[in-house]
Structure formats: structure tokens, C-alpha cells
């Protein structure tokens, strides 16, 4: 059965063009013009990857991004006419999880979305731990079979990518990752992305897991080298 891919671009000519390549590699799309319209077929609509505009009528792309996330796991991938980067850390921030400027070439972003589509069913199709698997430091403990994080004996709720990063940082520790390594290891791509989204997870991870994020005494920062996970 072929995946299921909502378009959400306000720009029909451009919506067609996305429309016609991805269905021409085998993919089902559907097409809407707002975020207003758009979010309710994100959340409710049974889709296996969304592609977002920014500059929307009724909801622009990061808000749209934001609502989406806070409910539904599937890769969102942004397609703008922004390039600042200032831009692509919000929408990563948001939950996004690649961004690609207009103009952009098609096979690239069926290629993309390809690589996106294939590392989530990785992630969702993963097979279970062994019973008792758990990482216990200094007041964190992550469950690697529930897939659950307490904090100082409290549940704090992650994504599916900031638990896969903080889980492979904890089984690592005292080792340096560089945002390339991090990034091919977490996302399974080493050139289809922004690497950028590396510092916004360890920055959300950060914010969960530290008394003080800006004073950081689990995930150091390496400067010029990457991250390091200390216990």
C-alpha cells in the first residue's frame, strides 16, 4: 500500500508540481491551500508524511508546525521561500524535521522525503530492549523498553527524536559526538538535512533533563568539538 503525503501550500502551481512528482513515484497526495485548512487533515487525516509552506492564509507554516507536532510523530518537512537561518531554527525548533529552500528541484524533495519516510518506520517498526534495560545517573533514569525519562523522580515526556538522542548520548558516555555524527546517527542521513536541528534537540534536552540548561551537568558542550554526555 503506498504512503499517504498532504501538501500544504498556498502557491497552486507550485502545490501541482509537488503533487504530480511524488505521485509519479508511487505516493498518494492530498492538496490544501491554508493552515487553517490544512490542520485538521494533519491531525485527524491517517498521513505518512506532511509537507508545510510557511507564508500560509489562515495559519502560517510554523504555527501549523507547532499544532501538528504537539499531536502526531510523522515527518514534517518544510518547503519555503525563506532562507534565513534564523527561519530554519525556528521551524526545527517547532518540530520540523528538514528544511528545503524554494527554488527547489523535485527529485530532491521525493529523495528527501524518501530518506524521512524509511528512518521512521525504522524508528516506529524497532524492536524492544531486553526487560530490566535502564540507565540510572545521578537522578535520571531512561527506560530503553517503555521508552520513558524520569527526572528527579518525575515523568518528563520526549519525542521520539529527543529520547532516540538523549538515549544514544547516556549509552555513550564520556564520549565527544560532533553535530555531522550526532546527526547521521539520530536522523540516518548524513546530507538530506539541516544539521541545525542538532543543537535545537540538545538545547530541548537540556531544558528537560537540567536543573540549570545554561549551566549544563549531563550534556557538555565541547567547544569546537561537539557534545559529550557526562556521568
Known amino acids: 500500500m503506498s504512503s499517504r503525503i498532504l501538501i500544504i501550500e498556498d502557491e497552486t502551481t507550485i502545490a501541482q508540481l509537488e503533487r ?5 513515484n508511487g505516493f498518494q497526495v492530498d492538496l490544501c491551500h491554508s493552515g487553517s485548512e490544512g490542520l485538521p487533515l494533519a491531525t485527524n487525516g491517517d498521513y505518512s508524511l506532511i509537507i508545510v509552506d510557511l507564508q500560509l492564509p489562515g495559519m502560517d507554516g510554523f504555527e501549523l508546525c507547532s499544532q501538528i507536532r504537539q499531536i502526531k510523530e510523522v515527518p514534517i518537512l518544510i518547503v519555503s521561500a525563506k532562507k534565513e537561518e534564523i527561519d530554519k531554527i525556528r521551524a ?33 517498526a524497532r524492536q524492544p530492549q531486553p526487560t530490566n534495560a535502564e540507565i540510572h545517573i545521578r537522578g535520571l533514569v531512561i527506560d530503553k523498553v517503555s521508552r520513558r525519562v524520569y527526572v528527579r523522580n518525575q515523568e518528563v515526556i520526549f519525542t521520539t527524536r529527543e529520547f532516540n538522542l538523549l538515549e544514544f548520548l547516556a549509552t555513550h558516555p ?33 531544558e528537560k533533563i537540567e536543573v540549570d540548561p545554561s549551566n549544563p551537568q549531563y550534556i557538555e558542550t565541547v567547544w569546537g568539538a561537539g557534545y559529550r554526555f557526562t556521568v
Open 174 to 206: 564520556n564520549r565527544v559526538f560532533n553535530k555531522n555524527e550526532l546527526f547521521e546517527r539520530i536522523w540516518g542521513m548524513d546530507s538530506s538535512g539541516d544539521i541545525a536541528t542538532v543543537t535545537v534537540h540538545i538545547r530541548k534536552l537540556r
Open 92 to 124: 526545527f525548533n517547532l518540530g520540523a524535521d528538514d528544511y528545503i529552500t524554494k527554488p527547489f528541484s523535485p527529485s530532491e524533495l521525493v529523495a528527501r522525503a524518501k530518506a524521512h519516510l524509511t528512518r521512521y518506520e525504522r524508528l516506529t
Open 20 to 24: 504530480d512528482y511524488f505521485e509519479l
